[in-house]
């Protein structure tokens, strides 16, 4: 039986069938610019398809990964000059969608003006590619509003990538808890400092919220700053020894895009503030020492995410005071989830849309 419709005690918990595989209409990372070669490449991300290619001109390009003529996986097929071309019968398709050429019915072909392909609009910057994956017609793409930190030459960091056997809100809500910090990670030179107890609060955002803590700041992960405003992100500082080296404290910036319901790709990207031999010493010191350390890190959020066994482990929480940032952030991905299927549901009674990658539970969230 699916989670959401699983109850206990009169009490209905989990999360939505479409919620769990992301939030759709969205921007997400979801590549590396330096994983993306000459050909092709098939992924899977928010439980779809997906193939991703580079034109002649180098511009990045993202379609389900299946042909409209019979199935086929484009993702296995080759890109010529500004087209990507079907393996299995030569069908060829730019980057915008459309269909440029039907080999086997030659120019006249009338299947040319009838085949398009959704396109999903990709950017890239800060060596990531960001992808809006989405029903482009209901839902018209904003602009990718990147943090501040990753347009200011001022910052300077590094790309951390993780693949996590774990649903993305999970993920998610364990950026929202600041008071997990000074237990899981007791051990790590710069997170097992601090009080051990302590009440939170939120604060509102124009696109998200702030979860912090009372009794202290500055001292360990004390606060986290959600941001739901077409990219869902996280921020978080980690204050810094100084044999860290210049720079201040230690700017995380958080994502994570599910790849299916039990998997998800995990960006930290790491930065501080510095210039010259200031940036010079900080990036040196980063990779002979403190990447590793963060590895450490990093592996006590997996292996604690892993051990929850999904989002069944909602059916027996009993939350705390300082999951209050937790509780929060679930109350507005269901509600940016509801406002989503109403319009799905507005759209299906005017005539057929372009389908999500699954069909979307009908029921909303609680």
Not at 108 to 135: C, D, F, M, N, Q
Not at 277 to 294: G, K
Request: aromatic share 12%; with cysteine.
């Amino acid at each position: 039986m699916a989670v959401e419709q699983q109850t206990l005690q009169g009490r209905r918990v989990g999360v939505e069938e479409g919620l769990r595989r992301g939030l759709r209409n969205f921007w997400h990372p979801i590549l590396q610019s330096k994983n993306l070669g000459a050909g092709p490449l098939g992924l899977r991300r928010l439980g779809e398809d997906l193939v991703l290619w580079r034109d002649g001109q180098g511009r990045p390009h993202l379609f389900p990964d299946r042909c409209p003529h019979r199935g086929a996986r484009l993702s296995l097929g080759r890109i010529q000059g500004d087209l990507l071309a079907c393996w299995y019968h030569g069908f060829e398709f730019a980057g915008s969608g459309e269909c440029r050429s039907v080999p086997v019915e030659g120019a006249e072909s009338k299947l040319i003006t009838r085949l398009t392909l959704p396109s999903y609009p990709v950017e890239e910057h800060w060596g990531l590619i960001w992808a809006y994956i989405g029903e482009v017609d209901l839902f018209p793409p904003p602009p990718l509003r990147l943090p501040e930190e990753l347009v200011d030459p001022a910052w300077s960091g590094f790309i951390c990538e993780a693949h996590w056997p774990a649903n993305w809100t999970l993920v998610f809500d364990n950026l929202a808890d600041p008071m997990h910090g000074p237990f899981l990670h007791s051990r790590s030179y710069t997170l097992g400092k601090g009080l051990k107890f302590d009440r939170l609060h939120v604060r509102e955002l124009e696109d998200g919220f702030i979860v912090e803590r009372e009794l202290q700041r500055g001292v360990n992960f004390d606060w986290s700053e959600v941001h739901l405003g077409g990219l869902a992100w996280f921020r978080i500082d980690i204050p810094y020894p100084w044999f860290a080296g210049p720079g201040g404290p230690l700017r995380i910036l958080g994502f994570a895009t599910p790849l299916d319901a039990e998997h998800s790709l995990i960006y930290f990207l790491r930065l501080r503030r510095s210039s010259g031999w200031r940036r010079a010493l900080w990036r040196f010191l980063y990779r002979t020492f403190w990447e590793d350390q963060h590895w450490k890190v990093i592996e006590q959020d997996r292996v604690m995410l892993e051990s929850q066994r999904g989002l069944d482990s909602r059916l027996f929480e009993h939350h705390a005071q300082s999951d209050v940032g937790v509780i929060h952030l679930r109350g507005l991905l269901n509600r940016e989830y509801a406002r989503q299927q109403e319009r799905y549901r507005q759209a299906a009674t005017r005539g057929p849309v372009r389908h999500p990658s699954e069909a979307e539970a009908e029921e909303r969230p609680v």
